[in-house]
Nanobody, 128 residues
């Protein structure tokens, strides 16, 4: 089991930065690939980024490549999403998620179905 709590969301102007954090508890955190997703009003949940369990490899969606960076600290049971050069279209609820089934693979989990545990989400609003 993994429990996830996001924080760090808020209101920011276009071009600004935010850093989202996800605090994890549970024995399987360090054995899980971790990811961030987002969901804007009226839209499907969208993959943003993922990091492997040892933090050796990351993958980010094309829509945020070069602007967002995912990282994790297994000693602190935490995952972060650094978001720079924010755009109004980045406005969404951002979710942290854990994918223990992908811990021992070289496959990046990019579908919601790949993840078994989810946080409650944190709102990010980017004004133009």
């Amino acid at each position: 089991q993994v429990q996830l709590v996001e924080s760090g969301g808020g209101l920011v102007q276009a071009g600004g930065s935010l850093r989202l954090s996800c605090a994890a508890s549970g024995r399987t955190f360090s054995e899980s690939a971790m990811g961030w997703f987002r969901q804007a009003p009226g839209k499907d949940r969208e993959f943003v980024a993922t990091v492997t369990r040892r933090a050796f490899n990351t993958y980010v969606a094309d829509s945020v490549k070069g602007r967002f960076t995912i990282s994790r600290d297994n000693a602190k049971n935490a995952v972060s999403l650094q978001m720079n050069s924010l755009k109004p279209e980045d406005t969404a609820v951002y979710y942290c998620a854990a994918a223990p089934r992908y811990a021992g693979t070289y496959i990046f989990p990019k579908s919601s179905d790949d993840y078994d545990y989810w946080g409650q989400g944190t709102q990010v609003t980017v004004s133009s």
